[in-house]
């Protein structure tokens, strides 16, 4: 199989705001067949078939913006947008980052082109220097979607190399996925933050499904990787995250503007959640 050039190196070069190191973006190149689409996942995440062009293209491999001096990263629109105090702080923790990075493969280096490690890492880095960015960048809202990409790209991974444990990594991610979720509607609620600042709330990079895909994720998350262990605190938040997903089976039948494929995925999980919850005998 012969692959053809699925991204290019970007003309400007890029100054990072914690370390004033230069360098230049990867970017994903679009069409000519490149992005063959397959099926959507209950989750939101759309699959790509693999190519005799071009291969395996994983587009969210890009996104990130990740700085190969320091490894300070952060999402194209919030990139510059960190204070001279939160930047120094950020610099003082270049090695922690480097270390997080090591701990999943030393050979990693953001000088040379992408792969599904590099992607991996630059969301978990990703989830690390938004805890300094300001709310207005939405950070926590960041830090979920960063999470569940993490981990739909550990289990490409892991479908290439099935003997790495890289579907355990998947795991940890989708718990931190669950928990920065409902983290992000509780604030929403309060105004703490507002993820509709982003603009395009994904969760993948084809289709925007807004803040009723947050409420539908919130829910789903903490159904399919949600603590089980404790069958009492799961009672309660599955009640939660039904509540969360009603919200959208509510709206939507007076809604004929709300995605089929969102409102029918919602439906479904509102069920599922109901009928674990009879089993529970917690359904009151």
Same mark, same amino acid.
């Given at each position: ?99 997080? +990075?090591? *701990?999943?493969? &030393?050979? =990693? ?11 991996? @890492?630059?969301? !978990? ?72 600042? +982003?603009? *395009?709330?994904? &969760?993948? =990079? ?11 994720? @919130?829910?789903? !998350? ?9 069958v009492y605190e799961r009672g309660i938040k599955l009640k939660k995250a039904r509540s969360t997903v009603a919200r959208i089976v509510g709206m939507g039948k007076s809604s004929k503007a709300k995605p089929g494929p969102l409102l029918e995925s919602s439906r479904d ?16």
């Amino acid at each position: 199989m012969t692959e053809g050039k699925v991204s290019f190196i970007a003309k400007n070069a890029t100054t990072c705001p914690v370390c004033d190191g230069e360098f230049k973006r990867e970017e994903l190149l679009t069409g000519g067949g490149r992005m063959n689409a397959g099926d959507l996942t209950d989750e939101l995440h759309r699959q790509y078939l693999t190519t005799g062009k071009f291969g395996d293209v994983y587009p969210l491999i890009y996104p990130v913006t990740v700085c190969p001096n320091c490894f300070y990263a952060a999402y194209v629109p919030d990139f510059d947008q960190v204070s001279p105090t939160k930047a120094d702080e950020l610099k003082h923790a270049t090695g922690d980052r480097k270390n997080l +990075v090591k *701990n999943i493969d &030393p050979e =990693i280096s953001f000088h040379e082109t992408r792969g599904l490690k590099e992607g991996i @890492a630059s969301y !978990l880095l990703a989830l690390s220097c938004y805890e300094k960015l300001p709310v207005e960048c939405a950070p926590t809202f960041r830090q979920a979607v960063s999470a569940l990409r993490a981990g739909w790209l550990c289990m490409d991974y892991h479908k290439k190399v099935p003997d790495q444990n890289w579907d355990y990594l998947a795991q940890v991610f989708y718990r931190k996925a669950a928990f920065f979720y409902s983290l992000v509607v509780e604030h929403e609620e309060t105004g703490k933050e507002q993820a509709s600042s +982003v603009g *395009n709330l994904g &969760p993948d =990079i084809d289709n925007n499904y807004g803040f009723d895909g947050v409420l539908y994720l @919130a829910g789903l !998350l903490e159904f399919k990787y949600g603590q089980r262990a404790n069958v009492y605190e799961r009672g309660i938040k599955l009640k939660k995250a039904r509540s969360t997903v009603a919200r959208i089976v509510g709206m939507g039948k007076s809604s004929k503007a709300k995605p089929g494929p969102l409102l029918e995925s919602s439906r479904d999980l509102h069920k599922r959640i109901k009928a674990e919850l009879d089993g529970m005998g917690m359904d009151a």
